[in-house]
């Protein structure tokens, strides 16, 4: 039995964390598994979004420390496979399809930057975030120092992970860094919603605008431009552009084929 389920809900890859009898610890196998549902979500053209989630009261209380010690002691971070897609965005390429996360209970450690590596974050209102590394001899090394200042500003940032601190899903909305906190068991179902929402529209204009958005973060305005123009040119040549002319004209909803 693996660590992981994958089942597809129309256009919607939805991806269970499913290891609740050990607080969906990550461990090296779990890790592996997520990182090839992120390849089907990107390689499979029926696949438009995903929905992470884990089974039981807690998303994560983190990672099993005793696999891990040894290879970060290596150098390396998370050790992405070939073919597979790094969940935690920091080892090759980026996932290209968005990624809704729902969370409940303890969101530690890796769950927070799992989590930071998404584009839309649902939350339970009791929900707890924690990034303890510093107090177990180590710092974050799957995308929270690269992350986290620039989502809840430096001094949050600083404050949760220099003491190793919890934050409540209170302080994450107001932070921004989750957009939504809902009642406990209903994070899934909304995350679904959303993500439904986000497959009803057009694929490939979905998928160039989060990389635009990416892009932009990392370079200047004037790069950021000239992507964002030579990148749109095949999403306006494309079917689906055609069909989002022809629904304006004729008052009714796109239907999108993802060409």
Same mark, same amino acid.
């Given at each position: 039995?693996? %660590?992981?389920?994958?089942?597809? =809900? ?20 779990? /890790? ?5 549902? /992120?390849?089907?979500?990107?390689? =499979? +053209? ?11 009261k807690?998303?994560?209380a983190?990672?099993? *420390?005793?696999?891990?010690a ?8 998370? +050790? ?27 969101? %530690? ?12 974050r649902?939350?339970?209102r ?12 180590? /710092?974050?090394?799957?995308?929270a120092?690269?992350?986290? +200042? ?41 995350? #679904? ?10 694929p #490939?204009?979905?998928?160039?605008? #989060?990389?635009?958005?990416? /892009? ?15 990148? *749109? ?14 629904? %304006? ?9 993802g060409?």
């Amino acid at each position: 039995m693996g %660590f992981v389920d994958t089942r597809s =809900d129309g256009h919607v890859l939805v991806i269970r964390i499913n290891r609740p009898e050990k607080y969906n610890a990550l461990n090296v196998a779990m /890790y592996h598994e997520l990182a090839q549902a /992120y390849a089907m979500l990107g390689s =499979d +053209p029926n696949l438009r979004v995903a929905v992470l989630c884990a089974e039981g009261k807690h998303f994560t209380a983190g990672i099993e *420390l005793d696999e891990w010690a040894p290879i970060f002691r290596s150098g390396q971070s998370f +050790p992405v496979a070939a073919g597979e897609i790094d969940p935690m965005g920091v080892n090759g390429p980026l996932h290209s399809k968005p990624v809704v996360i729902a969370v409940q209970g303890y969101c %530690f450690t890796w769950g927070v930057e799992i989590l930071l590596n998404s584009e839309i974050r649902i939350a339970s209102r009791e929900t707890q975030f924690q990034m303890l590394e510093v107090q177990r001899g180590l /710092y974050p090394c799957g995308g929270a120092t690269l992350r986290l +200042p620039r989502e809840i500003g430096w001094g949050n940032a600083q404050r949760v992970l220099l003491t190793g601190e919890r934050w409540s899903a209170e302080q994450a909305l107001r932070w921004g860094m989750v957009q939504e906190l809902v009642e406990p068991g209903e994070q899934v179902n909304r995350a #679904l919603e959303i993500a439904r929402t986000v497959a009803d529209a057009a694929p #490939l204009a979905v998928q160039g605008c #989060l990389q635009a958005t990416r /892009y932009a973060l990392e370079h200047d305005r004037a790069e950021s431009v000239t992507q964002m123009m030579r990148d *749109l040119v095949p999403v306006m040549t494309s079917e689906d552009a055609a069909e989002g002319v022809r629904s %304006f004209i004729e008052r009714r909803k796109a239907v999108f084929a993802g060409k």
